[in-house]
C-alpha cells in the first residue's frame, strides 16, 4: 500500500505549489515529467488537487524542480505567512548605500524584496556589496523616490520616480544616484527564472 503526504497537508495546496514551482522554472507539464519520472497526466492530476501524491511521487516531483522535499511541501516552515515588521527588518549600511530586507530568508524561497536607499552621487556594487545574483536570476527595480542610473552590460538607463526596470541580474550591473538627494528604490530579484 502506498504510503500518502499525510492528511494535514492537503492536496490543493501542494498542487498549487507544484503548478506554481513549475511554472516559476518554465517548465511544461511534459518538461516536468520527463525531469522527474512522474506521467504529464499524474503531474496535472496533482496540480489540480485531484489526488494528493505519494511521498515517493513527491520527491520525484521535487527533485524534478531540483528542490528538497521538504521545500516543495513547506515541512520546513511553521507558517504559510512570513511576517516582517518594520521595526524588524535586517539592515545593511556600506559605503552611502543603505540595504533593507523586506522577506525573510526562508530555504528553497525563489524570491527576495530588499528596499535601497542610496546617498547622492552614491553607487552600489562597492567594496563590501554582494556579488552579482545567482544564474537565471531577474531584477525589477522601482524608484520610489529621486533619480537612478541602471549600468548594465555597458548601457545606461536613467529612471526617474515611479519608473520601473526588469532585468538578468546575473550580468554585471550596478546603480548610480546622480542627483543631490537620496534615492529609494525597491527590487526584487527571483533566483532561476530564466534559462541559462
Do not use: W, Y
Not at 500518502?4 to 511554472?23: C, D, F, K, Q, Y
Not at 563590501?128 to 538607463?157: K, M, N, W, Y
Request: positive net charge; hydrophobic residues 40%.
Amino acid at each position: 500500500m502506498a504510503v500518502t503526504i499525510s492528511e494535514n497537508v492537503r492536496a490543493n495546496p501542494v498542487g498549487r505549489r507544484v503548478r506554481a514551482l513549475r511554472e516559476a522554472h518554465g517548465l511544461s507539464l511534459r518538461d516536468l515529467a520527463g525531469r522527474s519520472g512522474v506521467s504529464a497526466p499524474m503531474l496535472s492530476q496533482v496540480e489540480r488537487g485531484e489526488t494528493s501524491p505519494t511521498i515517493a511521487v513527491a520527491q520525484r516531483i521535487a527533485a524534478g524542480l531540483d528542490l528538497p522535499l521538504s521545500t516543495l511541501l513547506r515541512l520546513d516552515e511553521r507558517q504559510h505567512v512570513a511576517l516582517v515588521r518594520k521595526a524588524n527588518r535586517r539592515t545593511e549600511r556600506r559605503d552611502g548605500h543603505v540595504v533593507q530586507e523586506l522577506t525573510q530568508t526562508v530555504p528553497g524561497e525563489r524570491a527576495a524584496v530588499t528596499v535601497h536607499t542610496l546617498r547622492p552621487d552614491g553607487r552600489t556594487g562597492g567594496a563590501h556589496d554582494r556579488p552579482v545574483h545567482a544564474p537565471g536570476s531577474r531584477e525589477t527595480v522601482v524608484v520610489q523616490t529621486g533619480r537612478l542610473t541602471l549600468v548594465i552590460d555597458e548601457e545606461r538607463h536613467v529612471l526617474g520616480e515611479g519608473d520601473a526596470v526588469t532585468f538578468d541580474a546575473d550580468l554585471p550591473h550596478h546603480f548610480e544616484n546622480p542627483s543631490r538627494r537620496a534615492a529609494i528604490f525597491l527590487a526584487v530579484v527571483t533566483a532561476g527564472l530564466r534559462a541559462t
